[in-house]
């Protein structure tokens, strides 16, 4: 196969994203396009590129091939190159087969979700884009192309959230995420003029740069390790700059499928994974980053307990298992960690596009308690989001539960026990809000009996029912031993692999055992708390946990305030009272010497003959004292 077909895999998405823009600007300036022609090039592109990415996966089958293709010289400095390259290995390749594969259902999802929506092209433009953008991301073969793909996604995620932009809480929500992520990405930026710096003499692929790693100081090595998690962290909403994921659900539901399932919020993830040579020699580094996601996913678990909105809840809950991806890929466990992100694509993605045929059938309400009784309104709907919640909760044999297994199992092989604690307990509380979502919505009494739901279309059912398989056997590629199977994303990634920890068969049935329970107990305690909810009770919640322990307020005041009255001070002091004044003083005095110029051109023939006289006059006397 010619290595030239990678950069197809990123071509397709992003040549439809541009016919697809195009023929919008067509459609609305000239003659109207319908809107099947949209559906099928927008939804195409994500399958052909799977389609393409699956021909490489099969033969890297049984060798550890790395498949690379130089495009195009991007860029060239005083005789250093950087090309438009492409990477395939595995890692990589597994990527994109599920962000495409996932991507494209979730395309064929958003085919009928916004089927009545006028910027129908527009959309499917952006969507592209999307996808585009983060195939390259993956796909970049070193750093500097990474983060092209990874501005992409950032712009394309603003573009997305403020899609309704005549709200203007969507604006506001786009906003705040595009600098949240700016902030993240300003640590990326620094990490990587300091790789550069130290380590880019003999190329900034990531093939040179694993072999320059280890000539640099240690101590540059943990700042750049540091410097790029910031990165990760804003990308993947961890603890400090987690604010934007709540408000980007502001945007359409596919596109919050998109965002928390298989693409950019798993950038982070994949970015330490992809670093992993890099945090292989700071294993301290690796140790923070553990502890961030930690502290993330029982954050992140704690508030979910008490939202309403169904998104939002579902927000929170994708901020809280990216919390165990880092923690897996922090302690070393890189395939653990990109195993949690395989299965979280597809019980995630089913989770929130269940979660928009809810809101479609009753004409886009998204409070929990203004729902219920869903389970016989929207049979199909209710089955699939009961596998997904399963999924999520860690129940066998559904796929959350081995991949969380093998996170946890990470954390106590490792000796890291208040972290394997957080894990338990967040894993209670997983269990707890998402069966309290479940059973509000569906089990609960009808909050409106007169309501008639909107039809939902084979466009959105569809794709449930595949991505419910998904949540039921993603997992089995990651069966233990103990239960007779193998890892098979461990022996996929096993040539960089370093997770390796060996626990006692009895102790990892001890473990297993305490996961299982910890799902039972907080389904349990949802069950008794809200199966078959009286609608008619709507809870008012108030308090810290009901206020997302304040810290949007927090931000605000001590933060944003700051920086306002900063620009206030800059914009009224210095610019009005120096650099106006310095400006504006110039212009005057220009215009003074402009109207003292103007009183000589004044027609006067006498003035002028009088003026050339007193001209020659002091010419003659010059040349007559010189030639003395």
Not at 30 to 38: E, L, Q, S, T
Not at 237 to 255: E, H, K, N, R
Request: charged content about 10%.
């Amino acid at each position: 196969m010619s290595n030239f077909l990678l950069a197809w895999i990123v071509l397709i998405p992003l040549l439809s994203s541009a016919a697809l823009g195009l023929m919008y600007l067509f459609s609305i300036k000239i003659v109207k396009i319908p809107n099947i022609v949209f559906t099928l090039i927008g939804v195409s592109a994500p399958f052909a590129s799977f389609w393409i990415a699956t021909t490489f996966f099969l033969q890297m089958i049984g060798n550890s091939e790395i498949f690379l293709y130089k495009a195009y010289r991007w860029l060239g400095v005083d005789g250093y190159d950087i090309d438009m390259g492409f990477m395939a290995d595995k890692l990589s390749i597994f990527m994109v087969l599920f962000i495409t594969f996932v991507g494209g259902l979730i395309h064929l999802y958003a085919s009928g979700y916004m089927k009545n929506d006028d910027g129908y092209g527009k959309f499917f433009f952006y969507f592209n884009l999307f996808i585009a953008s983060m195939l390259l991301l993956v796909l970049a073969d070193s750093p500097i192309i990474m983060f092209i793909g990874w501005e992409g996604v950032g712009v394309c995620s603003y573009f997305l959230i403020s899609y309704y932009y005549e709200d203007e809480k969507n604006v506001q929500a786009g906003n705040k995420a595009f600098i949240a992520n700016r902030v993240g990405d300003l640590g990326f930026i620094i990490a990587m003029i300091t790789m550069f710096y130290y380590a880019g003499a003999n190329g900034f692929d990531y093939i040179n740069l694993e072999a320059s790693m280890a000539s640099v100081p240690p101590d540059v090595l943990t700042f750049i390790g540091l410097a790029l998690f910031v990165g990760a962290i804003g990308k993947s909403a961890q603890i400090p700059l987690f604010v934007w994921l709540p408000d980007a659900m502001a945007g359409p539901t596919p596109v919050s499928a998109l965002i928390h399932a298989a693409t950019m919020v798993t950038a982070g993830v994949y970015m330490v994974a992809r670093f992993h040579f890099l945090y292989d020699l700071i294993p301290d580094v690796g140790l923070i980053i553990a502890y961030v996601g930690a502290f993330s996913a029982l954050f992140a678990a704690v508030i979910a307990t008490k939202q309403t909105d169904i998104k939002k809840i579902l927000a929170y809950s994708t901020m809280s298992q990216l919390g165990y991806m880092f923690i897996a890929v922090g302690l070393g466990g890189y395939s653990v960690g990109i195993f949690h992100v395989f299965t979280h694509a597809f019980f995630k993605a089913l989770l929130f596009m269940g979660a928009g045929a809810v809101i479609v059938a009753l004409h886009h309400e998204q409070n929990i308690f203004k729902m219920g009784g869903m389970k016989n309104k929207t049979p199909l709907v209710y089955f699939t989001m009961l596998i997904a919640t399963l999924a999520i909760a860690g129940i066998p044999p559904f796929a959350g539960f081995f991949s969380k297994d093998e996170i946890l199992l990470t954390a106590f092989g490792s000796g890291e026990y208040l972290i394997w604690i957080m894990g338990v307990v967040t894993a209670v509380l997983t269990a707890y809000y998402m069966f309290r979502l479940l059973f509000v919505v569906f089990h609960g009494s009808n909050y409106k009996e007169e309501r008639k739901l909107h039809a939902l279309n084979k466009s959105i059912t569809m794709p449930l029912v595949i991505l419910a398989m998904g949540s039921m056997f993603a997992g089995l590629i990651g069966v233990p031993e103990l239960l007779g199977g193998h890892n098979l994303i461990g022996i996929w990634l096993s040539d960089w692999r370093n997770s390796s920890l060996h626990v006692a068969h009895d102790t990892e049935f001890i473990l297993m055992a305490v996961n299982i329970l910890a799902a039972i107990v907080g389904i349990s305690i949802a069950y008794k708390k809200f199966f078959k909810y009286d609608m008619k009770i709507v809870p008012q919640y108030e308090g810290m946990i009901w206020n997302k322990f304040y810290i949007d307020e927090i931000y605000d005041r001590f933060i944003v305030q700051k920086i306002k009255k900063i620009s206030i001070f800059i914009s009224y002091k210095v610019d009005v009272n120096i650099i106006d004044m310095v400006v504006m003083g110039l212009s005057r005095s220009f215009i003074r010497g402009g109207h003292f110029i103007s009183k000589l051109q004044n027609a006067n023939t006498r003035f002028y003959a009088f003026t050339m006289l007193i001209g020659i006059s002091v010419i003659s006397t010059y040349l007559i004292m010189v030639m003395r």
